[in-house]
């Protein structure tokens, strides 16, 4: 078994050599997604709308993949600034709904192009 690469311009393209996305067996591993639309420019606005971008590009990567938000297992989510932790958690509830994949948050001192959120996904690919 051989890792297959994911790729779509319905997300950014990958800023540096990596892939959006891998595909090992049943199981993808996604880039971490910074809100940045498919012209590679960072989404206007703040915590709320680049974290709404960062969804958009995960959902597009996961949707090349054949799978979806139901399927995550595991989320990532790196911020800039802890003290917006609660409005990104509103938005990232409003994604997966009662779908609870396993998540760790963490803050960092920076983030690629000075981003404020960036989020990576693991997810299962055709297992129901």
């Given at each position: 078994m051989k890792p297959v690469q994911i790729a779509t311009d319905k997300a950014p393209a990958a800023i540096g050599p990596y892939?959006?996305?891998?595909?090992?067996?049943?199981?993808?591993f996604t880039s971490g997604q910074i809100p940045l639309g498919v012209d590679g420019q960072i989404v206007a606005g703040g915590i709320k709308e680049q974290t709404h971008q960062v969804f958009q590009n995960l959902q597009a990567v996961l949707e090349a993949a054949g799978t979806n938000l139901s399927s995550v297992l595991k989320a990532t989510v790196f911020l800039k600034d802890m003290n917006q932790f609660a409005e990104v958690n509103e938005i990232y509830g409003s994604y997966f709904g009662n779908h609870k994949p396993a998540r760790s948050t963490v803050e960092v001192?920076?983030?690629?192009?000075?981003?404020l959120v960036e989020i990576e996904l693991t997810?299962?690919?055709?297992?129901?």
């Open positions: 892939s959006q996305a891998v595909r090992f067996g049943n199981v993808l001192a920076r983030l690629p192009k000075d981003v997810a299962a690919i055709g297992v129901e």
